[in-house]
């Protein structure tokens, strides 16, 4: 059983694996508590915190002491031209989840996101078919 995240290369890649996955986290509210007490439990990095609220991403840095260090941005586009990530989790509001997962796909990230997915079939297609167009 592994015990910390890794980053694995898509099918037919023969690249090496990274020892730790680098993540950023799009929206801080209450929903994201879960997710990084367990990225952090299974080892992996948060790298960067997003959100528009200031005292949302303080009470996390205040509760998990290992984020004291970690850049913080009120807009998920800074952080995804200036921090080297591997994948993002997207905790914010389902309305914004489309636009997020797409310039985070076009960024190379792996991406996990709260559902719902999206707001339309259409866009859950266009999601699959940018996620194929990186494979």
């Known amino acids: 059983m592994r015990t910390r995240w890794q980053a694995a290369s898509p099918p037919g890649k023969k690249e090496k694996m990274a020892d730790t996955v680098r993540i950023g986290i799009i929206g801080c509210g209450g929903i994201a508590?879960?997710?990084?007490?367990?990225l952090l439990g299974y080892g992996a990095q948060i790298a960067a915190l997003v959100d528009t609220v200031e005292a949302n991403v303080e009470r996390y840095r205040r509760d998990f002491p290992r984020l004291s260090g970690v850049p913080v941005f009120r807009d998920y586009r800074d952080m995804l031209g200036s921090v080297e990530l591997d994948a993002v989790q997207i905790n914010t509001p389902h309305a914004f989840h489309y636009p997020q997962i797409m310039d985070s796909l076009e960024a190379g990230l792996h991406v996990l996101t709260e559902k719902p997915m999206v707001c339309s079939v259409r866009q859950a297609k266009d999601v699959m078919q940018r996620r194929r167009k990186q494979a």
Do not use: E, P, T
């Open 33 to 38: 508590r879960g997710h990084i007490q367990r």
